[in-house]
């Protein structure tokens, strides 16, 4: 299947520090998800982007679905130790097709 | 509440052995997927079914079987097929929100093969 370029593969942060990562694709996305999985558990929904240029927060994270509609980012501000875990962005080309997952991001948050 | 549940968390098989990972889901969802995850790696899927009594191969089903007979249940067989089957495996059930196939994931079952 198709594989999504998701950008760092891990992280090492301070606690209050500022996160960046992002995904990009060589096809067009309809949809862009972002889950984050705690260690040992399965990824939870953390925000849904549905249209191109659309910027949408959760708390400390935002997330955006870039123009082109082959990238989007997601940043995570004031970092927090249980912020630690793996994000994943997922996307999806056309409705009802299969979901594409990037490899994840490992952060990691030093207190 | 409403979510999915795998069983058991934990198993251990020893060669040769098929194991089953039970999948439940009460949110009434059509779709339900199986997926392998390796440490650092990321989700690949091996099975999915969009409705009772249908499914379809994902990218790595071969030493796998599965079965849809309820809406509600998508159990995994790992067969003695399977060549390396130690890893962490998530079931997944999804609905379209917005034309969009939204995963909501169980917690997971590590297999370990001794």
């Known amino acids: 299947g198709q594989q999504l370029n998701q950008s760092p593969q891990s992280m090492f942060i301070q606690e209050g520090e500022d996160v960046s990562m992002n995904c990009t694709s060589s096809s067009i996305f309809n949809t862009w998800l972002w889950y984050k999985q705690d260690p040992g558990e399965g990824p939870v929904l953390l925000i849904a982007l549905y249209k191109a240029g659309e910027l949408t927060s959760n708390g400390r994270l935002t997330a955006q679905f870039g123009i082109t509609r082959k990238d989007s980012f997601l940043n995570i501000s004031a970092s927090i130790p249980s912020d630690v875990g793996i994000y994943f962005c997922?996307?999806?080309?056309?409705?009802?097709?299969?979901?594409?997952f990037g490899e994840g991001t490992q952060l990691t948050v030093n207190p | 509440d409403g979510g999915i549940t795998q069983s058991p968390k934990y198993l251990f098989r020893k060669e040769g052995q098929n194991v089953t990972l039970s999948c439940e889901q009460n949110?009434?969802?059509?779709?339900m997927y199986w997926y392998r995850q390796d440490p650092g790696q990321g989700l690949r899927l091996i099975y999915y079914?969009?409705?009772?009594?249908?499914?379809q191969k994902g990218d790595i089903a071969e030493g796998y079987s599965v079965s849809r007979e309820k809406k509600e249940s998508f159990p995994l067989t790992v067969t003695s097929a399977q060549k390396n089957p130690t890893a962490f495996y998530l079931c997944a059930s999804s609905t379209q929100t917005s034309g969009a196939n939204v995963l909501t994931f169980g917690a997971g079952s590590r297999l370990t093969v001794l």
């Open positions: 949110l009434n969802h059509d779709a």
């Open positions: 079914s969009q409705i009772v009594n249908d499914f």
């Open positions: 997922a996307g999806q080309e056309t409705s009802g097709s299969r979901l594409t």
